[in-house]
């Protein structure tokens, strides 16, 4: 990649953007499966520990971008959700699309953002204003 992509790209806004949203989109999949599972016996809900939230507020705070860069979103088990059936299935459907709706908000937010400094580094490639 040339140095003044490779620049643009690391920049603590973009960096920390592309970071919340691909944990977004992650989390947006552990949402969906949880709502598809919500009729399954036995199921355990997932979603992104607060780990990662807490981790990522240190790096970003510490101004360690290469952590940052470093941070993987993972989905887990969620330890704290309690069954809400006999059958041990701990899915909440109304906790699930609520979880869903702000994550489409952050989403939507975070695609924004994201998308705007890729089309700020398109228009000065092409040379248009």
């Given at each position: 990649m040339p140095a003044v992509l490779d620049n643009l790209y690391n920049q603590e806004n973009y960096l920390i953007s592309k970071k919340l949203l691909d944990a977004t989109h992650l989390r947006h999949e552990a949402l969906s499966n949880n709502i598809a599972?919500?009729?399954t016996p036995g199921f355990k809900r997932r979603d992104l520990p607060q780990t990662f939230s807490v981790e990522l507020r240190r790096a970003v705070?510490?101004?360690d971008f290469r952590?940052?860069?470093?941070?993987?979103?993972?989905s887990a088990?969620?330890?704290?959700?309690?069954?809400v059936r006999m059958d041990g299935n701990t899915v909440q459907?109304?906790?699930?699309?609520?979880?869903?709706?702000?994550?489409?908000?952050?989403?939507?937010y975070l695609t924004g953002a994201v998308g705007g400094t890729i089309k700020t580094i398109n228009k000065a490639i092409r040379g248009r204003g």
């Open positions: 599972n919500v009729e705070d510490r101004k952590r940052v860069k470093a941070l993987l979103p993972r088990e969620d330890r704290q959700a309690k069954p459907l109304d906790e699930e699309l609520l979880a869903m709706n702000r994550n489409a908000l952050n989403y939507e």
